[in-house]
């Protein structure tokens, strides 16, 4: 009964972190709304905003799929839009469970690093805004299926928004602060 509690408390919480792209036809402005910063967000969440875009991989694979280019274009669209251009985006591998931990720690760095090339030389993004990295077989998408193909994917998640940094250091400067009036008795 524990286990079967403790399972359903780890799935409710794996859902709530990122949005996922549910089929092969996903589109530019879900992506946006997924990763557009909102105003305070940081602050008052304490989720980051991501998208799990379902650009799934072969088995022991970093090689990306045409089906896999066809998505990377579509974010290239995305990433270049206004109300994400200024910003930057982690993009993090992920591999299922089947083999050893620590290769598949590796094979998650080189599918995010796949993506990464692929934005930055193909669809021109500068390679500032991204920041590959891998988590191996640590979050499963599909815990009941740890082999599952559709745990092979790449995440995107937004790096604290450049807004929302500007927001929080006005906010923090000394000089922006209101000044209250005291009145003594």
């Known amino acids: ?57 072969k088995t022991g694979s970093s090689n990306l799929t045409n089906r896999a280019k066809r998505q990377l274009d579509i974010v290239v669209d995305a990433l270049k839009d206004r109300k994400l251009a200024a910003e930057r985006f982690q993009i993090v591998g992920h591999t299922d469970a089947s083999g050893r931990a620590n290769m598949n720690l590796k094979l998650s760095q ?16 500068r390679n500032k805004r991204l920041t590959p990295s891998g988590l191996g077989e640590t979050r499963l998408k599909n815990v009941l299926a740890p082999t599952s193909g559709e745990n092979r994917r790449v995440e995107f998640v937004l790096i604290q928004s450049e807004r929302t940094k500007a927001d929080s250091r006005q906010k923090s400067d000394p000089k922006n602060e209101i000044k209250e009036k005291v009145i003594k008795w």
Not at 110 to 125: C, E, P, Q, W
């Open 1 to 57: 009964m524990t286990r079967l509690l403790m399972l359903a408390s780890f799935l409710i919480f794996a859902s709530m972190g990122a949005v996922t792209a549910q089929n092969a036809d996903i589109d530019k402005n879900t992506i946006i709304r997924s990763l557009a910063p909102i105003r305070y967000m940081a602050q008052h969440s304490g989720q980051a905003r991501a998208i799990d875009l379902d650009i799934e991989f």
């Open 110 to 125: 080189r599918r995010a690093k796949a993506v990464f090339d692929y934005l930055v030389h193909k669809g021109g993004i």
